[in-house]
């Protein structure tokens, strides 16, 4: 019984990971134009929803990055480390803009 109530505060694991729980209120934009491809925001992703654009997409030897929308849950650390630590090439726009402007619609 003792090792139950230890055990209860866990909660369990999803069956599918990567999947958002709510509508984010903002969406990750990377400037493609202003990004470096220095990944720096990779590692600190809590959802692992960044990566590079593929190579095929133009014709530099570090491509941009760029966020799988529908795995982002809006919350800000890759814009916050982009404008600490590198070019601010990542801003946060309100998900009704987002959704109008790239006509992309995100559950």
Known sequence: MA???????IPELPD??????KRPKEMAV???DNCTGCLACVPFCPVD???????????IPI???QVRFNEC???????RVCTKMTWDAIRMIN?????????????
Do not use: M, Q, R
């Open 49 to 59: 929803c960044i990566e590079s654009v593929p190579k095929e997409k133009y014709d």
């Open 73 to 79: 849950i809006g919350c800000k650390v890759c814009a």
């Open 63 to 65: 491509p941009p990055v």
């Open 30 to 32: 990377v400037d493609e």
């Open 95 to 107: 998900i009704d803009t987002f959704e109008e402007l790239y006509n992309i619609t995100i559950d």
């Open 3 to 9: 090792i139950y109530n230890h055990l209860k505060g």
């Open 16 to 21: 599918l990971p990567h999947i958002k729980k």
